[in-house]
């Protein structure tokens, strides 16, 4: 069973100092005890500041080498709380508000934080969505409705899946598209949606090979018009989702970030009815840890200007 603090008392108790925070840190990479990275053995000396000195090899490692922590010169203290206030905000945090709460000098520097945990938000190899699975795609982005098919200037076209529970809504998973072409939809519900399920879209001719790779597929709507008639729990779905953008983001969302940003709303939908806030906060550091290095080239917007997104369904 994990360890983690079940409440802020807990969580400052927990980590009221740097060396808590590492020896913390330690236990996630290495739960049977340190293994040294290089040749395997598990001897060591225990170092100054976290580093561990390997008996055999005289190779020398720390828990954040190689992790999202790698090379922090902030303290590990102000991370812990980064994520602790992440995750314990319902509706996430924008960067000008985790600036503030961590009382940090920059904001690029809460930006570039709030950027790396997104990455960290989505869990490698994650099951797929299964049983009944709505399917529709949204644009986002733009002024007016777009056209499938067609490319549609300042737009970014989303893939939206959501597990159908009864009567309610299951888990979703959110994929971005080139386009609404089969070669661009086929793997998209493949990668979200395990095979053998029941796979409900509209009439869109990009769903045709669906049956062929294993699905169930129905056509619950006859119209394949796009934007304005989204089938009832994707529409659910997609209109929180841009009131999120709108409001935690204030629609201010690099279109070459927007995937992102949809790991995030993802990681937060699918857990809204977690209890333990301790427990995401415990799925984030440990997918922080397993997660690499992000560079700060690699957080960089490759295109210029923001998502305009529309709080009306377009
Ligand atoms: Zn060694």
């Known amino acids: 069973m994990p360890e983690y603090p079940k409440t802020i008392i807990e969580f400052r108790e927990w980590f009221a100092t740097e060396q808590e925070c590492r020896d913390y ?5 290495w739960p049977q005890g340190f293994v040294c990275p290089c040749c395997k053995h598990a001897a060591s000396w225990k170092m ?3 580093l561990f000195w390997c008996r055999n090899c005289a190779c020398q490692a720390s828990a954040t080498a190689g992790t999202l922590f790698h090379d922090t010169r902030k303290p590990l203290r102000l991370w812990f ?3 602790w206030y992440v995750t314990n905000q319902k509706h996430g945090v924008s ?5 503030r709460v961590l009382g940090l000098g920059s904001y690029h520097t809460a930006w570039n934080w709030l950027h790396k945990l997104r990455r960290a938000m989505v869990r490698p190899g994650r099951d797929r969505l299964s049983g009944v699975v709505e399917v ?9 409705p777009g056209k499938r098919g067609r490319g549609s200037a300042g737009k970014t076209l ?4 959501v597990q159908k529970a009864q009567k309610a809504i299951g888990r979703i998973r959110l994929c971005r598209v080139a386009d609404a072409s089969g070669n661009s939809l086929e793997p998209a519900v493949w990668k979200m949606v395990e095979p053998g399920s029941a796979v409900h879209t509209d009439a869109w001719r990009g769903y045709n090979g669906l049956t062929e790779l294993g699905y169930s597929h129905e056509i619950v709507r006859k119209n394949p018009d796009l934007g304005d008639n989204l089938l009832p729990s994707v529409n659910l779905v997609v209109s929180l989702l841009k009131r999120w953008l709108l409001g935690t983001h204030q629609g201010a969302v690099e279109p070459s970030h927007l995937e992102y940003y949809l790991d995030e709303y993802t990681f937060r939908f699918n857990r809204r009815h977690s209890k333990s806030r301790g427990l995401l906060f415990y799925r984030l550091i440990t997918q922080a ?26």
Request: glycine letters at 10%; zero cysteines.
């Open 48 to 50: 100054k500041r976290g």
């Open 25 to 29: 840190l330690v236990k996630l990479r």
């Open 289 to 314: 840890m397993d997660l690499g290095p992000v560079p700060e080239t690699a957080l960089k917007a490759t295109s210029i200007g923001s998502l305009n997104v529309q709080n009306s369904q377009d």
């Open 95 to 99: 960067a000008l508000g985790l600036q």
């Open 136 to 144: 529709d795609e949204i644009f986002i982005g733009g002024k007016r």
């Open 81 to 83: 709380e980064a994520m």
């Open 158 to 161: 989303v893939v939206v899946a």
